[in-house]
């Protein structure tokens, strides 16, 4: 048995935002479902892995299977450290150079970062590396965003990790000048941790790359969605929290004069299938996420296989677009086959 999880990024206030979305362009073949088709919501389920706790030949093994047997998705999360916090004690690999092998072991599958932490690179260097990962992976790449939230990694590694404010204000930044680069311009920028003079972006992007911003904030992540994103990502909400941040998400979008389909939906549920009985699972994720454990039960799928398609139902009519498990490793691959070449085909027929 294995259990999965990762902390989102946390809340706060924010900065004034772009009246309109600056990127109209059309979407890539790969670019995922449209909300609605002839009235009835199209869902697709993918995966999300943390690259800890495996070898790299494990990890390339995970996800060359996941993209042979119907995982819609594919992405890594962005960390140093282990999650949840253990002072580095757990293997772990960063997440640029693993994307690297997910592009080019890939064939099927959207791929991506669920999200890049604002405060870990020059903006420039990160759009330079996501570039690279998109033509590696054919123009499959989507780019995810967020203000970040493991201090114990930054403080491990001397990365300046300033207040939630400050951070959303670099996001805020670093946000328009991914976007600019998108349509094709050279950026000339000033603003908190950005500084661009004439910054071009050669080659430019192969496929749409569409951008995300990962998160959990009504007032700060969601307005920047509203103004900025292509998709939004939630980790580890209960469907009830879910279906009210989307709603607010939709309002913020009005409010930047954009539809709010033009924002694709997706929530990461911590993928805790097991043989063992429901209070084990939640008992030992207790024990990994303390004060947080109730937030990571609530967005979590729990039990057996069976179990699974009533335990999603909830999160699709709160709109979810895109449903990822999360893997932490080790996982057990019976489950995960499974779920994939039995329930996944059952939930697809059913919301499609």
């Known amino acids: 048995m294995w259990l999965s999880g990762r902390a989102s ?56 299977w996941l993209d042979t047997h119907g995982s819609d998705w594919i992405s890594l999360w962005d960390h140093l450290y282990e999650a949840p916090p253990a002072g580095g004690t757990q293997p772990h690999f960063e997440a640029f150079s693993m994307l690297g092998a997910l592009a080019v072991d890939t064939n099927k599958a959207r791929i991506g970062c669920l999200v890049f932490c604002s405060q870990y690179r020059n903006v420039g260097v990160l759009m330079k590396g996501a570039i690279s990962v998109d033509h590696l992976s054919g123009g499959r790449f989507e780019l995810g965003m967020g203000s970040g939230w ?10 300046d990790f300033p207040s939630q404010g400050q951070r959303f204000a670099v996001l805020e930044g670093q946000l328009q000048a991914i976007n600019k680069w998108r349509a094709g ?50 980790a580890y909400a209960s469907p009830s929290q879910y279906k009210e941040l989307n709603g607010i998400l939709d309002d913020w979008c009005i409010a930047a004069e954009r539809k709010p389909s033009d924002v694709e939906r997706s929530i990461n549920l911590s993928f805790g ?15 990994q996420w303390g004060a947080a454990a109730d937030r990571i039960i609530a967005g979590s799928l729990l039990g057996r296989p069976e179990d699974v398609m009533e335990q999603i139902a909830p999160f699709i ?15 057990n691959q019976e489950l995960l086959a499974e779920y994939f070449e039995t329930i996944v085909p059952m939930m697809k027929k059913e919301w499609s």
Not at 215 to 232: F, H, Q, V
């Open 9 to 64: 990024p946390c809340q706060g206030e924010g900065r004034g935002f772009e009246s309109r979305h600056p990127l109209q362009r059309s979407r890539s073949p790969f670019w995922g479902p449209l909300s609605y088709l002839g009235g009835r919501q199209m869902v697709q389920f993918g995966t999300h892995i943390g690259a800890q706790n495996a070898t790299v030949e494990e990890l390339r093994a995970l996800w060359k």
């Open 150 to 159: 493991h201090d114990q990694e930054a403080a491990a590694f001397g990365i």
């Open 185 to 234: 311009e050279r950026v000339t920028q000033s603003s908190p941790g950005v500084e661009l003079r004439d910054a071009s972006m050669v080659p430019g992007i192969r496929g749409a790359m569409p951008l995300w911003i990962g998160g959990l904030g009504p007032k700060k992540t969601l307005r920047m969605t509203g103004a900025y994103a292509d998709g939004w990502n939630a």
């Open 273 to 287: 299938l097991s043989t063992d009985d429901i209070g084990v699972v939640k008992d030992q994720l207790r024990t």
């Open 317 to 331: 009519e709160a709109g979810a677009q895109l449903v990822n498990i999360a893997i932490r490793p080790p996982w």
